[in-house]
């Protein structure tokens, strides 16, 4: 059975990386593999592959159909989920034009106040959106998130008409209301976002810097409901259940108390979980607890790798596409760990304390070991103060803050004295947490590739074998590839070597150049999420932790948005910024050198690759930001790349007066991200470049790249590429000549 599940489960993950799906018809020509013994595996892996592209075909056949993209329209339908940061999710009713419709996510603006609360009936005037997101090297796939997720669309809401008051049985409402009044109750407590997601699994309600002092202390797992909480739920239910039954006198003879118990902690789990948002480590410890309460009620004992299996099956057959998510492989990835590294240690102590002492310490070991290759591949960065960051907080979380909430939760309408404590308890952890993570040594920031990840858990694994299995050392030396630097990591570039990365930003513009020894930002995005969600990732996987310019071209929001993210970052120092608004830069960032973005004085050497700007020169006269943008040229011997900003063709027509046949450039970034006003056929000409990039939103309503402009790049036969359509872009640009594009974005069966 565990064969044929782990085959299934292989099945439903092969599918995932098709570009096309097949049809389901030719699946039926694998029916008769059934009926053989050696084909029995091969036939549950074309099940679970049948399976995955079925249930992929229901998401993808509920798209917004492209008309209704163009203008605003009425939709009907009710709130789904617990509205967060000026977003919510909606499921619309059918209409003629869209007949089938799946889930949208709608933004709507912070000026404008609805009171809108999960289960409401409400009439929307929206203008939607087809599932597109930026597509960046490590950094978080929203794209695939949405898709995971059965979200079919995207928009903003115009206009909102209130219709119907919710169910008071809805379990969203009360999940709602649970957080509005744990919100007020604690609103003296900086964990209050904290017990809000320990109670109801919701963490919208932390704020960022104190997720990401979660994440660097890698203590983020204790505030997913998983199997700690639902264990525990289970745990209590049991043993007062068991206990209150004996006194039920016959009862209790027709109906043994341990059965009774396992019923009633199935029940209590199950509706916790539920107030939970049945979220995927929540089903998944859910599942495992009643599969072994099922073995009480059964009088069955069940082997925890059965139950394993049992619970990945179910899982999958519940939502195959979860293989997706990262809290898939985590959740999953951290029992199964906790299983292989605990199977041949017998437990060690005394007394019941020393015993279950020993065995938390034992599977904290256990867990940092084994997850530390796999949280490096998934998010680049582990924290090297883990294990004594979880050693301070798993006791107290466990035994007290846990506990303490949840029993706090059922006993709310009689007093609230136990979350104060809860609260109280987790706001004392925060003081050494923070501390911890807020050393400088901290992180070890290293992106893995596939292979070191498959080779380190082969070491993991051989590392974790049973106590006197011999020549265990052998997993060190399949460790070995951890400590390689990243392929692409600055320092293995020779002199003369430019590494160029136009990132995938959306509408606006972020570049990353890389020199043997030194690195250059030009512009930031768009946003300041932007640069949380897509160039801190970057930075991060490529080990870069000190930046020795961050051009700034204009300060239009499209290009200076992502500048504070940067900024902020504790592990992140920059030298020098170059910007056009040296006086708007020196009063926002008093502690940062500023320099002026200007002709003739800004010209410097790294590494044998020159960086000269162009533009502005000295008292230059601008009618708006965009002509007073920072033109950068960047030189290594023969080769060389352009980045004009947001000039217009007046800009255009002075830099070929001012540098004539010196504005001859390889690579192109397209000025003003391709508008009408730009990309003059004289700049062009005197330009002459064999590689132009756009850097552009999907759809954006600028509608940038204009088409005669990228006609009039193409008349010239040179090579065009938009990162609307292919992602970040990289080019090497060697002694030898310019190797790519590569672009970001692969192509998968849910893309568009």
């Given at each position: 059975m565990r064969l044929s599940i782990l085959a299934f489960f292989f099945g439903i993950l092969y599918c995932q990386t098709l570009t096309e799906l097949p049809d389901l018809i030719w699946?039926?020509?694998?029916?008769?593999l059934v009926k053989f013994p050696r084909t029995r595996l091969l036939f549950f892996f074309v099940l679970g592959l049948a399976y995955a592209v079925f249930r992929a075909d229901i998401i993808l056949a509920q798209k917004v159909p492209i008309e209704l993209t163009r203008n605003n329209i009425k939709i009907t339908g009710?709130?789904?989920?617990?509205?967060?940061?000026?977003?919510?999710?909606?499921?619309?009713?059918?209409?003629?034009?869209?007949?089938?419709?799946?889930?949208?996510?709608?933004?709507?603006?912070?000026?404008?106040?609805?009171?809108?609360?999960?289960g409401q009936k409400w009439r929307l005037t929206v203008r939607l959106k087809q599932i597109r997101t930026t597509s960046n090297p490590d950094s978080f796939n929203l794209e695939t998130w949405l898709f995971k997720n059965s979200i079919a669309a995207t928009g903003s809401i115009r206009s909102a008409t209130y219709l119907q008051e919710f169910s008071l049985l809805n379990i969203n409402n009360i999940r709602h209301h649970l957080a509005e009044e744990l919100k007020t109750e604690l609103a003296e407590y900086q964990s209050v976002g904290i017990i809000i997601a320990l109670a109801l699994g919701d963490r919208s309600a932390i704020p960022t810097p104190q997720k990401e002092i979660l994440r660097h202390a890698n203590i983020s797992h204790l505030i997913a409901i998983s199997g700690l909480h639902i264990g525990f739920i289970a745990w209590l239910t049991f043993i007062i259940s068991r206990s209150l039954w004996k006194y039920m006198g016959s009862m209790a003879l027709l109906f043994p108390a341990p059965r009774f118990a396992a019923l009633a902690s199935i029940f209590f789990a199950t509706n916790y979980a539920m107030l939970a948002g049945f979220s995927l480590p929540t089903q998944r410890a859910l599942i495992m607890v009643m599969v072994a309460l099922f073995g009480i009620i059964f009088n069955y004992k069940i082997a925890a790798s059965k139950i394993f299996a049992i619970t990945l099956l179910l899982i999958l057959l519940l939502e195959p596409?979860?293989?997706?998510?990262?809290?898939?492989?985590?959740?999953?990835?951290?029992?199964?760990?906790?299983?292989?590294?605990?199977?041949?240690?017998?437990?060690?102590?005394?007394?019941f304390l020393e015993k279950n002492f020993m065995h938390i310490i034992k599977i904290q070991i256990i867990v940092t070991v084994g997850l530390f290759p796999i949280l490096l591949f998934i998010f680049g960065y582990v924290s090297l103060l883990s294990f004594a960051a979880n050693f301070i907080a798993i006791p107290w979380t466990s035994f007290i803050v846990i506990p303490f909430t949840l029993l706090g939760i059922i006993l709310l309408p009689l007093t609230s004295g136990l979350l104060h404590?809860?609260?109280?308890?987790?706001?004392?952890?925060?003081?050494?947490?923070?501390?911890?993570?807020?050393?400088?040594?901290?992180?070890?920031q290293q992106k893995i590739s596939l292979f070191t990840l498959i080779t380190s858990m082969i070491g993991i694994f051989i590392l974790l074998l049973p106590k006197g299995f011999p020549a265990k050392w052998l997993g060190f030396i399949w460790l070995l590839p951890l400590f390689n630097y990243p392929q692409y990591h600055s320092n293995n570039l020779k002199q003369g070597e430019v590494w160029f990365t136009l990132l995938d930003v959306g509408q606006g513009l972020s570049a990353v150049i890389r020199t043997k020894n030194h690195v250059l930002i030009y512009d930031t995005g768009p946003s300041k999420y932007i640069g949380r969600t897509v160039i801190i990732p970057f930075l991060r996987a490529k080990k870069i932790q000190h930046i020795d310019k961050l051009v700034i071209s204009h300060t239009d929001k499209d290009h200076d948005g992502g500048v504070e993210a940067i900024l902020n970052k504790k592990y992140l120092s920059v030298a020098e910024i170059l910007t056009s608004a040296?006086?708007?830069?020196?009063?926002?960032?008093?502690?940062?050198?500023?320099?002026?973005?200007?002709?003739?004085?800004?010209h410097w050497v790294w590494d044998e690759v020159t960086f000269q700007i162009l533009h502005p020169p000295a008292d230059f006269k601008f009618k708006n930001t965009n002509d007073i943008s920072c033109v950068l040229k960047i030189t290594n011997g023969n080769n060389s790349i352009l980045l004009p900003g947001d000039i217009s063709s007046d800009v255009e027509l002075q830099l070929i007066t001012s540098y004539k046949s010196k504005l001859k450039t390889d690579v192109l970034v397209a000025s003003h991200h391709g508008s009408a006003s730009s990309s003059s056929i004289s700049f062009i000409n005197i330009a002459n470049p064999k590689i132009v990039l756009f850097s552009s939103?999907?759809?954006?309503?600028?509608?940038?790249?204009?088409?005669?402009?990228?006609?009039?790049?193409e008349k010239y036969r040179i090579l065009t590429q938009n990162?609307?359509?292919?992602?970040?872009?990289?080019?090497?640009?060697?002694?030898?000549?310019?190797?790519?594009?590569?672009?970001?974005?692969?192509?998968?069966?849910?893309?568009e």
């Open positions: 699946f039926l020509l694998a029916l008769p009710t709130i789904i989920g617990t509205p967060y940061q000026h977003g919510l999710i909606f499921s619309p009713k059918a209409t003629e034009e869209w007949p089938n419709p799946g889930l949208i996510y709608l933004k709507y603006s912070p000026n404008v106040q609805y009171e809108m609360i999960p596409l979860t293989v997706l998510s990262i809290e898939f492989w985590l959740s999953f990835g951290t029992v199964a760990i906790i299983f292989y590294g605990l199977t041949g240690y017998p437990e060690k102590g005394n007394s404590i809860a609260a109280f308890t987790f706001d004392a952890i925060l003081i050494p947490i923070i501390f911890l993570a807020n050393l400088d040594w901290n992180l070890w040296v006086d708007e830069y020196k009063t926002k960032y008093p502690k940062y050198k500023v320099e002026p973005c200007q002709a003739d004085i800004n939103g999907y759809n954006n309503k600028y509608n940038h790249p204009r088409k005669n402009i990228e006609k009039r790049y990162t609307a359509d292919s992602g970040a872009i990289n080019l090497n640009l060697t002694t030898d000549g310019i190797f790519g594009p590569d672009i970001a974005r692969k192509k998968f069966y849910w893309y």
